[in-house]
């Protein structure tokens, strides 16, 4: 005859404890797992296409609207450009804000420069400091002109 063992007090607890905590664990490891394949899906998925590093190019306008010597701003935000159109037909385009206080740069055509209004600063067609307390030269800007269209690269 097989012998039955007399049940103690706090079995039926502890069962139910146990049955608890396996179901706790079965479901957390479940969404670890599907956390898992989820990343895992993720990095061998191949990139969208709208990742795509794009050049920014603002149009200026037509080359024969720019004469020899002069130089035109182009509104791009709260940073403006300027393009030079220099004697020898090069165009070459530059921040038109200056480096000391953020102050917008206006074209001498006289002296073939750039003025700073507020603290008498001057920058050359190429962007550097003339004279005045601009503590850097002015950031420069790539300019083509295709079929008469002037197009700056930002």
């Known amino acids: ?12 607890t502890s ?3 146990r049955k608890f905590l396996r179901w706790m664990t079965r479901g957390f490891m479940s969404l670890w797992g599907l956390l898992f394949c989820w990343v895992l899906a993720s990095f061998l998925k191949p990139p969208t296409s709208h990742h795509r590093i794009t050049e920014r190019v603002l149009r200026m306008g037509s080359l024969d ?8 701003l182009v509104r ?18 530059l ?18 420069v750039l003025l700073c209004p507020c603290h008498d600063g001057a920058f050359d067609v190429n962007g550097n400091v003339l004279r005045g307390p601009p503590p850097r030269p002015l950031e420069r800007y790539k300019v083509e002109v295709r079929m008469g269209e002037v197009f700056v690269h930002l």
């Open 1 to 12: 005859m097989a012998e039955t063992l007399p049940e103690r007090p706090g079995d039926e």
């Open 15 to 17: 069962a139910g404890r």
């Open 65 to 72: 609207s720019l004469p020899r010597g002069q130089a035109q």
């Open 76 to 93: 791009h935000g709260d940073r403006p450009i300027v393009v030079v159109r220099t004697a020898d037909d090069s165009l070459i385009g």
């Open 95 to 112: 921040s038109a804000v200056c480096t000391h206080l953020n102050c917008v740069l206006t074209w001498d055509a006289t002296e073939a």
